[in-house]
Nanobody, 124 residues
């Protein structure tokens, strides 16, 4: 079974950029479609972006489309989230997840494996 570890979070000013990474260890990374979710204090976990096993197919929440880009490198066993034009409302803990489904679902309960999360804080 694969294990996931997020990194790359931190502080950014509004309009700035961050690049998050999700490194997988163990066996079977290429068997999973992957997704990024985020959760702000007092709010439900929110779908951000998803990517297929091969990395060819991607999907985004409407509020992230055009600003965020999801990708994966199946040689390095790593998934990425490039975050541009950051806004204060992007402040949250960001999690990567792996799903046994053949597509990246927008529902968090479809993901069986999660990383520990990485904090992103955007100031105005």
């Amino acid at each position: 079974q694969v294990q996931l570890v997020e990194s790359g979070g931190g502080f950014a000013q509004a309009g700035g950029s961050l690049r998050l990474s999700c490194a997988a260890s163990g066996r079977g990374f290429t068997r999973y479609a992957m997704g990024w979710f985020r959760q702000a204090p007092g709010k439900e976990r929110e779908f951000v972006a998803g990517i297929s096993q091969s990395g060819v197919n991607t999907r985004y929440a409407d509020s992230m489309k055009g600003r965020f880009t999801i990708s994966r490198d199946n040689i390095k066993n790593t998934m990425y989230l490039q975050m541009n034009s950051l806004k204060p409302e992007d402040t949250a803990v960001y999690y990567c997840g792996a799903t046994a489904l053949l597509w990246a679902s927008v529902t968090s309960n479809s993901y069986s494996i999660w990383g520990q999360g990485t904090q992103v804080t955007v100031s105005s």
